[in-house]
């Protein structure tokens, strides 16, 4: 059968006469395959992928073979003039297109090394002059401000309106003993805006100087005149005045298995931003009225812009995850004032003494915050708050949300909660917040306490990824003890829902209601509804 397997002008007679066993017929039948092989690329030599009848531009690894075959020359097909990509291949195949592609690689480098010996005194003097441009521009690097400062941006457009329900006009009209008396109704609709511009500097990485720059021309109901309560959160007063709204820097510490802290310091900062954790899911961002983001507790959590500093402190989680945190820090309202810290004019100035840091006039307010939890799907805080005349108590009725008075302390409490479920979908997060202040010194017949609540329940991706759904219950500041707690109480409740356009764009459409917004000072019943369309662009 051997003649019928090597035709004989492939083999010569003294060839085959050294042929001994099958081995070496196969390895004969092999070398011939290859040298016909070798033959046939001498004389079929691809200079172009595009002489494969089978391959076309659109095929995905089109420009890798175009690359090998032009640059390289160790691309080959079948005799038929086809590539046959989606057909498997030999090892002998692999090897020999492997073997070709080594050749030209190598002499593409002994061209390229004859070329760099040709030219090695030429590319030295490049070299050094390579050297002197990096020293140069790390030199630069290390004198100028920052490499690591980031620019975030947010702008929101609000349109709406607020109406007045029930005895509107008693509580308007002049002599009436409302909180409102005299003053104007504030139900027109308005179109405003608040720009912020966040500047995230780092010096060390792991620090940061945070810079906020604020602008907006909120003025009238949505400012929270002439009734306090339907102050938006996103409300900002500047008057189109780019101002610096927030100025701190922060550092951490420790870090030793697990545990570690952060340590504040700053002329303009709010006590919550110094805490280990907030204390409350609802909102994250997306409060309607600034009422809620007393979270239940503003004796605590609202207090105002001010120079201060503070440091929090968190363990290392357990093997549930869950870790236990400390907060504490002060701020003081009037802490860049040197004087004296006064208000009103004329024969109504109230002195409440001498103003900067930690003096009766600093309008000055310590936090305490311990708090344990995961930090996601739940955690309990309580936090103390101590208050000297003139801090900022938050939002709530005429009495119940105004600042601590001439000579007075504050002592307050704040309890919170909130729990979430693991996968989002139709069971909410659920927070809760209680607070309770205690007011002594001065004159504390009109309010010796006030109390407040929060009920926030929050839907993620409802509708889509991104969407979020949130119904928020408050029970505003009010006047538990004292002259002014008869018909203090009120409540405020809000729904908005987040619809995520892009990544960037979001839009929010919201309504509010106020029950009893004026407090012990209403004249029959009075109240307040609110209705707006927000859209806010991240950049």
Same mark, same amino acid.
């Given at each position: 059968?051997?003649?019928a397997?090597?035709?004989p002008?492939?083999a010569a ?11 070496a017929?196969?390895?004969?039948m092999e070398?011939?395959?290859?040298d016909?092989l070798k033959?046939w690329r ?7 992928v595009?002489q494969?009848s089978d ?6 690894a089109?420009q890798?073979l175009?690359?090998?075959v032009?640059k390289?020359g160790?691309v080959?097909g079948y005799?038929?003039?086809?590539y046959?990509?989606?057909q498997?291949m030999?090892?002998y195949?692999?090897a020999?297109?492997?073997?070709a ?6 002499e593409v ?7 760099m ?5 030429e590319?030295?003097?490049l070299k050094?002059?390579v050297d002197?441009?990096?020293?140069q ?16 941006g ?5 349109i709406?309106a607020?109406?007045?329900?029930g005895d509107?006009n008693q509580?308007?009209?002049k002599?009436s003993?409302?909180s ?5 109704k504030q ?5 405003n805006y608040r720009l912020?511009?966040?500047l995230?500097t ?6 940061l ?7 907006g021309?909120?003025?009238?109901n949505?400012s929270g005149?002439?009734?306090k ?11 189109d ?6 100025l ?6 420790g ?11 700053g ?5 919550y931003y110094?805490l280990a ?6 909102g994250?961002g997306?409060?309607i009225?600034k ?6 507790a503003?004796g605590?959590y609202?207090?105002?812009t001010?120079?201060?500093?503070g440091a929090?402190w968190?363990?290392?989680r357990?093997?549930s %995850? &869950?870790?236990?945190? #400390? /907060?504490?820090n +002060?701020?003081?309202?009037s =802490?860049?004032n040197?004087?004296?810290?006064? !208000? ?10 001498d ?5 009766q006039g600093s309008?000055?307010k310590f936090i305490?915050?311990l708090?344990y939890?995961? %930090? &996601?799907?739940w955690? #309990? /805080?309580?936090? +103390?708050?101590w208050?000297? =005349?003139g801090a900022?108590?938050?939002f709530? !009725?005429?009495?119940?949300g105004?600042?601590?008075?001439v000579?007075?302390t504050?002592?307050?409490?704040a309890?919170?909660?909130y729990w979430q ?7 909410p997060s659920?927070s809760l917040g ?13 309010r ?6 929060l ?8 509708g889509a990824?991104g969407?979020?759904l949130?119904l ?15 018909g203090d109480?009120g ?10 356009v892009?990544d960037n764009?979001s839009?929010t459409?919201?309504?509010?209601y106020?029950?009893n917004p004026?407090?012990?000072?209403t004249?029959g019943?009075f109240g307040t509804?609110?209705y707006?369309?927000?859209t806010?662009?991240?950049?």
């Amino acid at each position: 059968m051997l003649p019928a397997v090597i035709a004989p002008e492939t083999a010569a007679a003294g060839e085959l006469a050294s042929l001994n066993g099958r081995e070496a017929i196969n390895d004969y039948m092999e070398q011939q395959e290859i040298d016909e092989l070798k033959a046939w690329r001498s004389k079929n030599q691809v200079t172009s992928v595009n002489q494969f009848s089978d391959i076309r531009p659109t095929d995905w690894a089109y420009q890798a073979l175009s690359n090998l075959v032009e640059k390289y020359g160790c691309v080959a097909g079948y005799p038929n003039g086809t590539y046959k990509g989606g057909q498997a291949m030999t090892r002998y195949e692999a090897a020999a297109l492997l073997n070709a592609c080594l050749d030209r690689v190598t002499e593409v480098t002994d061209e390229l090394q004859r070329l760099m010996d040709e030219f090695k005194k030429e590319l030295a003097v490049l070299k050094g002059r390579v050297d002197g441009l990096e020293a140069q521009v790390g030199e630069l690097e290390a004198q100028q401000f920052s490499t690591t400062t980031k620019l975030r941006g947010k702008a929101d457009m609000i349109i709406g309106a607020t109406n007045y329900t029930g005895d509107v006009n008693q509580n308007f009209a002049k002599g009436s003993g409302s909180s409102v008396a005299g003053k104007a109704k504030q139900e027109a609709f308005t179109f405003n805006y608040r720009l912020t511009l966040d500047l995230d500097t780092s010096f060390t990485g792991k620090d940061l100087l945070y810079t906020r720059l604020r602008a907006g021309n909120f003025s009238g109901n949505f400012s929270g005149d002439p009734i306090k309560l339907t102050q938006l959160e996103d409300s900002n007063t500047n008057a189109d005045f780019l101002k610096v709204d927030k100025l701190w820097y922060q550092f951490p510490v420790g870090d030793s298995k697990g545990a570690n802290g952060m340590i504040f310091v700053g002329p303009r900062i709010e006590g919550y931003y110094m805490l280990a954790s907030m204390p409350t899911l609802y909102g994250n961002g997306n409060f309607i009225l600034k009422e809620m983001k007393g979270r239940g507790a503003s004796g605590v959590y609202g207090n105002s812009t001010g120079a201060g500093f503070g440091a929090w402190w968190r363990s290392t989680r357990n093997s549930s %995850g &869950n870790a236990f945190s #400390v /907060s504490s820090n +002060y701020v003081a309202q009037s =802490g860049s004032n040197s004087g004296i810290y006064t !208000t009103g004019t004329g024969a109504n100035t109230i002195d409440y003494g001498d103003a900067g840091l930690f003096n009766q006039g600093s309008q000055s307010k310590f936090i305490t915050q311990l708090a344990y939890g995961n %930090g &996601n799907n739940w955690q #309990v /805080s309580a936090a +103390y708050a101590w208050s000297s =005349g003139g801090a900022t108590m938050g939002f709530g !009725t005429p009495t119940g949300g105004a600042v601590v008075g001439v000579d007075q302390t504050a002592n307050s409490l704040a309890l919170n909660a909130y729990w979430q479920p693991e996968n989002s979908g139709w069971i909410p997060s659920i927070s809760l917040g209680y607070g309770v202040n205690w007011f002594s010194g001065g004159n504390t017949a009109e309010r010796s306490q006030t109390m407040e609540w929060l009920v926030g329940f929050e839907w993620d991706d409802i509708g889509a990824d991104g969407n979020t759904l949130g119904l928020g219950f408050s029970g505003p500041q009010w006047v538990s003890q004292g002259t002014a707690s008869n018909g203090d109480t009120g409540l405020a409740v809000e729904l908005w829902y987040k619809y995520q356009v892009t990544d960037n764009i979001s839009i929010t459409p919201a309504v509010f209601y106020l029950s009893n917004p004026l407090g012990s000072s209403t004249v029959g019943d009075f109240g307040t509804i609110g209705y707006l369309m927000k859209t806010t662009f991240r950049f």
